[in-house]
């Protein structure tokens, strides 16, 4: 297992030998409310209603309406699981992260054929194509706008593509082939990037990268001043893992994505829209 490429894949493999870390199911279940209402029994590591428990990362492998898409929640919710998954001790995790941050391992590019992410492409303009029947999001209460990726790390350059990197953002699928964003003003670098295309009315190329190793994950959640604009934060997620982050060119898009996310999204930030 150590001469696996490193990816989501490879750490769950791992994490099943953890007791009480994983637990995975093959009941059916409607992603519309009822996936989050199982997991907040099962799991709820501190993602809702208090009083929280610490549960283990739960896979969901039968969703209704879609039968080749799984969803996992709860992978980073457990301080001692994430230290597990590092192989760290978890009561000085905030440590190690300093550390990966000031040594940052840099991404490397791979061929397409070294790239699972593109096994399996979709095309906007194909006879019935909607991504809400492709992507698996779940809406989690009554009260959202739709369905939402939670978990999805958008990859972006600025304009002359001399600065990258990868944000979390919260996005909910609009229709077929429109997704919503929300960026947060101030401190996220793609803001920054989507800025500098809006003002020159331009679309700015994007990649969302879905179901993703944690060292990805937790390595985008930094912002400035801790990582300024210009740092990637995939940096950070190769030192934790000591392993370069593998990244392809995108199939639709001038950008580039994660070569081993188990989904990717390629399309455009619009400028001077909002929703």
Do not use: C
């Not at 950070?236 to 188990?262: C, F, H, N, T, Y």
């Amino acid at each position: 297992m150590a001469n696996e490429p490193y990816d989501l894949r490879k750490v769950l493999n791992e994490l099943k030998n953890e007791p009480g870390q994983y637990h995975e199911t093959d009941e059916l279940v409607d992603p519309n409310a009822e996936l989050s209402g199982v997991y907040r029994y099962i799991g709820a590591g501190g993602t809702v209603m208090r009083p929280t428990q610490e549960g283990p990362a739960m896979m969901f492998n039968n969703v209704k309406g879609f039968t080749d898409t799984r969803v996992l929640i709860g992978l980073l919710a457990s301080r001692k699981r994430t230290g597990l998954m590092f192989h760290h001790d978890y009561q000085t995790l905030g440590q190690f992260l300093n550390n990966s941050v000031e040594n940052p391992v840099a991404p490397v590019m791979v061929d397409e054929n070294q790239a699972p992410a593109h096994e399996v492409i979709h095309r906007s303009d194909e006879d019935g194509f909607d991504i809400r029947k492709l992507i698996a999001a779940p809406t989690n209460t009554e009260y959202d706008a739709g369905p939402y990726i939670t978990m999805g790390l958008v990859y972006g350059s600025n304009m002359d593509k001399t600065m990258s990197d990868v944000t979390i953002h919260r996005m909910v699928l609009e229709d077929e082939d429109t997704i919503g964003i929300f960026i947060m003003p101030g401190g996220r670098h793609i803001g920054a990037f989507a800025d500098e295309y809006e003002k020159a009315n331009k679309p700015m190329p994007v990649t969302i990268n879905i179901g993703l190793d944690p060292a990805i994950t937790l390595g985008a959640t930094f912002e400035p001043p801790t990582t300024p604009l210009g740092y990637n934060e995939l940096g950070v997620a190769g030192a934790i893992r000591q392993e370069p982050v593998q990244l392809v060119d995108g199939v639709s898009v001038d950008e580039k994505a994660i070569a081993r996310s188990e989904f990717t999204i390629e399309g455009y930030i619009m400028p001077n829209e909002r929703m």
